[in-house]
């Protein structure tokens, strides 16, 4: 009987894993699918500037909805479409969107798009982004590239050159999650940076008194500062931690405060309220009063 029972065990085991592998099989040639069957789509969560409140700009987040799972997390797919070699199209099927979606928008208003780092190092990064401003005629300073410190991780020969290449387009680029990955100072050397995003780490909760987070965002404040750089609060939620956010400086905010992700005509309505300001771009208004 013991020996049945193992052997049953065991072949549970088996078929567990098997199930796990297959699983990931299916959903990776669902993936492979879903762009044609149009089952992605782009969200656009406002960045707002934090002293005025105002809509400065918008994150492109890309979404599945699965016919059969319903909505599966980016988090989830990302990673898998990184590894099963599918980043790249998905990456750009979302620049291309979300560009033409802010072709839409008044012209001081940002939108930023994330790239994996598989794509940054895509020896036709810059042709890509290049063609994608091109057709939908936004003008380069208003996108904003967001990458990760997984970029220099994977570092190849020509990454300082994708930067000034990447610059020289004249967009944007922000560096994301800063603070949860190797953080180290050289990059920010390196790289020339025009936004940090605090990541929501260190911004959640930031408000109780017994939060070192406070300490960690005045010292990335003082940093960005001091490199001539914007910063951005991801993940606020909260009036209190919003507060201290304007208190320690922070010069951007992104969070279920101000406005979930939301779909490309609800964004086009917040985008039409936005001001134009001085300079072009409303991000860099005066504080209200
Ligand atoms: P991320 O680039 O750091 O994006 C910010 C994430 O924080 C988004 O999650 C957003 O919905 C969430 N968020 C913003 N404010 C709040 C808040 O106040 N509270 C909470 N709880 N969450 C907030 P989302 O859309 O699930 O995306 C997760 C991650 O997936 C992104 O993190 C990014 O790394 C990746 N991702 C999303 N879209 C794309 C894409 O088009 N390309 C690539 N390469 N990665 C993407
Ligand atoms: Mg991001
Ligand atoms: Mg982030
Ligand atoms: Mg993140």
Redesign the pocket.
Known sequence: AAKGAGRGKHCFYEASMHSEASDRQVLENDLRQAIDKGELWV?Y?PIVSAAGEDVCGF????RWNHPLRGKI???KF?PLAEECGL?GRI?TW?LETALEEASKWPDSVRIA????PI?FNDPNIVEIVSNAIARTNVRASRVEL?ITEGVFLAEGDTTDETFAKLKDLGVRLAL??FGTGYSSLGYLKKAPFDKIKID?SFVRGAASTTSRNSAIIRAIVTLAESLQMDTCA????THDDLQLIRELGVSHV????FGR?VEGLEARELAAKAVVVADGFQCLREPRQ
Do not use: H, K, R, T
């Open positions: 969200a969560q994150e492109a987040l890309v997390s980016p988090e990302i980043i990456g979302v798009i994330n790239l994996s794509q967001e994301d999650d929501q991801e993940g606020v939620e992104q969070g279920f405060i992700p």
